[in-house]
């Protein structure tokens, strides 16, 4: 097996690992998701999900990763060896290459936007003209798949070169900026006529709107949002240091990425309203709604080729942590190089993307159980794969592990005060469990 590196700085862990957590699914997902689903109430029932099943699952996956310091499938192999629970982490590759596909086909179009907003694209243009203008691009069969594969592309070349040095130190820099952007634009939002109408939404509950199938969204958005249930943390954990505090690590986090969520939420929103644009219109929502958002500002060009720029870069931290699974799979249990395993996952990749992609055009029709290519692979990996992968993963750490060597790996062998350990310990054996269950059993209709 290859010498495993591990994170040398605490900046480093926190880089990489919110860096794999802060992504498309807090910038475009979440707004869309939370627009689809009623606005305040879901965002409750999604930081109800964070708290009480995200952390504790993020907690048991660095566990595992940091113990065994292998690949998401070998380390439940090296933990608990003659068992099948390593299925956990072949599970999860199947979850990458779906998450991929959709996932490609955004980072493309805000490619696209980045090209946009250089070339005078995205300048003097009504809501309407830019909603038009969205909409047949991505039913192109041709420009959004170039994006796309631009996109892979890129991932390719990182991926292969393993220069994941310089995307930690880029991502030092750049997800803060990103950070401080939004906070401007969040400003700029709050000052827009009809504003208070977009934060009424985003905040005032109304729980009539409340059903299960919505509480099951609000789980997939928390695991999809945090990269968990997949083996992405298991790997990245098992670059740690020893002295890597997990709780602590687990909580920043979580907490970062809880905060850009709701930051582009401030942003979002009420443009929304301002604008008489319809909160629910799914995958589109952030692309129809921010370039109406910099068009009000002063610099509206530099703005916005900044904003594509970064959340293109915050798309890249995460998919790279997404294709590190199935790599560092295929390369350590197949004995294939790196450069192989690379290709071969990112030709898999585009050929999922493409499809995602047409199903916005030539092939809308095409549908698996009333849902298009693309909506069929996101709701099966966020709202199935991941809360599934979630679920063996708390059973995993909670009742198949031996509770003194999690114990010990937490405390880093006594050294930290686990004062919340046992409270740790029931939400992995009782309330993960049973509430992922229910939610998913209830929100498929089974239950
Ligand atoms: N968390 C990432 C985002 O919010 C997506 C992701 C999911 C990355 C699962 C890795 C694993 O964009």
């Not at 401030?266 to 799914?282: D, H, L, M, R, T």
């Amino acid at each position: 097996m290859t010498k495993r590196a591990t994170f040398t700085t605490k900046l480093g862990v926190i880089a990489a690992t919110a860096g794999s957590s802060v992504g498309l699914g807090n910038i475009w997902r979440f707004p869309y998701e939370t627009g689809q689903n009623g606005g305040a109430a879901f965002l409750l029932l999604y930081f109800i999900c964070v708290l009480v099943l995200g952390l504790p699952v993020m907690v048991a996956e660095f566990t595992i990763g940091r113990s065994a310091r292998a690949n998401a499938s070998r380390a439940f192999l090296k933990l608990t060896p003659k068992t099948h629970w390593y299925v956990v982490g072949v599970l999860g590759i199947f979850a990458a290459v779906f998450i991929m596909g959709f996932y490609s086909v955004i980072a493309g179009w805000t490619l696209d936007y980045v090209y946009q907003s250089l070339t005078f694209g995205l300048a003097d243009k009504s809501p309407e003209q830019f909603q038009t203008a969205f909409t047949q691009f991505t039913a192109d069969a041709v420009r959004p798949i170039f994006w796309t594969f631009l996109f892979l592309s890129i991932n390719y070349v990182i991926l292969v070169k393993g220069v994941q040095n310089g995307i930690e130190k880029a991502s030092n820099i750049l997800m803060p900026v990103l950070f401080i952007l939004l906070v401007i634009f969040g400003v700029r939002s709050l000052f827009m006529p009809g504003a208070a109408e977009g934060l009424s939404f985003m905040f005032k509950p109304d729980f009539s709107k409340v059903d299960s199938g919505i509480i099951l969204k609000a789980m997939g958005q928390a695991f999809f949002s945090l990269s968990l249930g997949m083996g992405t943390l298991i790997t990245y954990a098992s670059y740690f240091s020893d002295r890597t505090s997990l709780v602590k690590t687990a909580g920043t986090v979580a907490t970062l990425d809880t905060l850009v969520a709701i930051m582009a939420g401030i942003v979002i929103f009420p443009a929304v309203f301002s604008f008489g644009i319809s909160p629910s219109q799914g995958p589109q929502l952030i692309f129809i709604t921010l370039p109406n958002v910099f068009q009000q500002m002063p610099g509206a060009y530099f703005w916005s080729l900044l904003f594509f720029v970064l959340v293109s870069v915050a798309a890249l931290t995460s998919t790279i942590s997404l294709c590190e699974v199935a790599i560092s799979y295929l390369h350590e249990e197949f004995g294939m190089s790196r450069r192989r395993a690379t290709l071969i996952l990112v030709l898999v990749c585009f050929f999922m993307s493409t499809l995602c992609s047409l199903s916005f055009g030539p092939l809308r029709q095409v549908t698996i159980g009333s849902l298009t290519i693309f909506d069929f692979c996101d709701f099966l990996s966020s709202n199935i794969l991941l809360p599934l992968g979630g679920l063996l993963i708390a059973i995993y750490v909670g009742w198949v592990l031996d509770k003194k060597f999690v114990r010990n790996q937490i405390s880093d062998g006594g050294r930290i005060n686990v004062w919340y350990f046992d409270l740790l310990m029931i939400s992995l054996r009782f309330i993960a469990p049973v509430a992922i269950s229910l939610i998913f059993l209830s929100g498929l209709g089974l239950f």
